[in-house]
């Protein structure tokens, strides 16, 4: 069972990236997922967040229009593109699996941060560097 994220890189400002995320060992449609970035000296950042059945995606504040999450769910990928990349983006992204279909069913989700404990597998994070 897990999480595979591939994508990252350097990349200058107003570039833009596909970050992957590969799952195995369940039944990937069945589970909504989370990006997570934990930026240098930062603490955890949700940044998007799917249902199981790719419906109601949602964005933080600080990256709507310029991210979009999708899935896969035949090949069991999640996928983030990022657009118009900025020196703040530079982070680790997670990929992150909730432990329902429906992240909605919990109320603190995706905006608190204890809606993290209702992630029940991480991978390893793929490194996202912003720079000329």
């Known amino acids: 069972v897990q999480l595979v994220e591939s994508g990252g890189g350097l990349v200058q400002p107003g570039g833009s990236l596909r970050l992957s995320c590969a799952a195995s060992g369940f039944t990937f449609s069945n589970y909504a997922m989370m990006w997570v970035r934990q930026a240098p000296g930062k603490g955890l950042e949700w940044v998007s967040v799917?249902?199981?059945?790719?419906?109601?995606?949602s964005y933080a504040d600080s990256v709507e229009g310029q991210f979009t999450i999708s899935r896969d769910n035949a090949k069991n990928m999640l996928y983030l593109q990022i657009h118009s990349l900025r020196p703040a983006d530079t982070a680790l992204y997670y990929c992150?699996?909730?432990?329902?279909?429906?992240?909605?069913?919990?109320?603190?989700?995706?905006?608190?941060?204890?809606?993290?404990?209702?992630?029940?597998?991480w991978g390893q994070g793929t490194l996202v560097i912003v720079s000329s």
């Open positions: 992150a699996k909730f432990s329902t279909h429906d992240l909605y069913d919990y109320p603190e989700c995706p905006s608190l941060p204890s809606c993290y404990r209702h992630l029940e597998l």
């Open positions: 799917i249902n199981s059945d790719g419906g109601r995606p």
